[in-house]
C-alpha cells in the first residue's frame, strides 16, 4: 500500500511563499493530487501532475500562484505556493492515483486512491 507523507505547512502572512513536499516510496507510475480543505468548506482540488510530470492541472483559484513538480528520483512531489492569501488557509492533502490529467478539467478527490495525513497551511498576518 502507498503511504504519502506531507510536509512544509505553516504560518505565513499575505503575500508570502511555501513549499509543500509529498513524499512516498514506489509511486513514480502514480499521477499525484493536492487537495485542500478549510473548516466548513468542501475540498477542493488544487493541482495535480502526471507520472512523467510532463501535464500539470490547476484550479483558477491558485493558476498563476502555485506551480506543482516532481522529482521521482527523490519520490516527492512539490506545490510551490507563491502570492498566498487568507483564503489560501487550509489543510493540505497530497494523494495518488491512476487517471489521466487534462488541463482545465475539475480535479476530481474521488479518481485518487492514496491519501496523505495532510499538512496545515495558514496565511495570517
Known amino acids: 500500500q502507498l503511504q504519502l507523507v506531507e510536509s512544509g505547512g505553516g504560518l505565513v502572512q499575505p503575500g ?3 513549499r509543500l513536499s509529498c513524499a512516498a516510496s514506489g509511486f513514480t507510475f502514480y499521477a499525484i493530487g493536492w487537495f485542500r480543505q478549510a473548516p466548513g468548506k468542501e475540498r477542493e482540488g488544487v493541482s495535480c501532475i502526471t507520472s512523467s510530470g510532463a501535464v500539470t492541472n490547476y484550479a483558477d483559484s491558485v493558476k498563476g500562484r502555485f506551480t506543482i513538480s516532481r522529482d521521482n528520483a527523490k519520490n516527492t512531489v512539490y506545490l510551490q505556493m507563491n502570492s498566498l492569501k487568507p483564503e489560501d488557509s487550509a489543510v493540505y492533502y497530497c494523494a495518488a492515483g491512476f487517471l489521466r490529467v487534462v488541463p482545465g478539467i475539475p480535479i476530481d478527490a474521488d479518481e485518487y486512491e492514496y491519501w496523505g495525513q495532510g499538512t496545515q497551511v ?4
Request: charged residues 0%; aromatic residues 0%; hydrophobic residues 30%.
Open 16 to 18: 508570502g511563499s511555501l
Open 122 to 125: 495558514t496565511v495570517s498576518s
